[in-house]
T-cell receptor, first 115, second 111 residues
């Protein structure tokens, strides 16, 4: 199993450009999440999904949109990138059927720079 | 949502036992305590989770007193590879979306 994968690993955007980050998991997990992590800080939840076709806002949703058309994929979109969105983005997934219910499995991250 | 407080940084030496304490004074009845480890340029990795008393796995132990207002992650005989940031999280079971990552504790292990 590949676990949680993220595409791309690195990206540089200019202010105003748009892009989509792709997260894929092969563990058949119900829940998926998008976080951002700024230097020296903890992770902050952007959006999450509890199942195919459903999404919800997290702590810092402004400037981002998400979609979960397939259970294994969770997309994060930036419609008009801003320098404040420069960060490392992590995707995670979790299952409601495991013993450690709050255990999230994280991807390797996408490092995004907005100039 | 329960807020957590943990030391910003800690130093130790190889072979020592390291204890990282987390304070969560307003923990709710249905909240669990979870610890994650994060290495540089990687996503966090689950270490251990507990509700009360003591939990032990192959990596660490988690001690939770009766009032549950704090918890201690214990790492036995640390090595250089245990140098990482450790996050204490508190949140309700089956509601991982309500989990909040704080700034964590930066643990540095020296030879």
């Amino acid at each position: 199993n590949a676990g949680v994968t993220q595409t791309p690993k690195f990206r540089v955007l200019k202010t105003g450009q748009s892009m989509t980050l792709l997260c894929a998991q092969d563990m058949n997990h119900e829940y998926m999440y998008w976080y951002r992590q700024d230097p020296g800080m903890g992770l902050r939840l952007i959006h999450y999904s509890v199942g195919e076709g459903t999404t919800a806002k997290g702590e810092v949703p402004d400037g981002y949109n998400v979609s979960r058309l397939k259970k294994q994929n969770f997309l994060l979109g930036l419609e008009s990138a801003a320098p404040s969105q420069t960060s490392v983005y992590f995707c995670a997934s979790s299952s409601i059927s495991r013993g450690n219910d709050n255990e999230q499995f994280f991807g390797p991250g996408t490092r995004l720079t907005v100039l | 949502l329960a807020k957590t407080t943990q030391p910003i940084s800690m130093d130790s030496y190889e072979g020592q036992e390291v204890n990282i304490t987390c304070s969560h004074n307003n923990i709710a009845t249905n909240d669990y305590i979870t610890w994650y480890q994060q290495f540089p340029s990687q996503g966090p990795r689950f270490i251990i989770q507990g509700y009360k008393t003591k939990v032990t796995n192959e990596v660490a132990s988690l001690f939770i007193p009766a009032d549950r207002k704090s918890s201690t992650l214990s790492l036995p005989r640390v090595s250089l590879s245990d140098t990482a940031v450790y996050y204490c999280l508190v949140g309700p079971y089956s509601s991982a979306s309500k989990i909040i990552f704080g700034s964590g504790t930066r643990l540095s292990i020296r030879p």
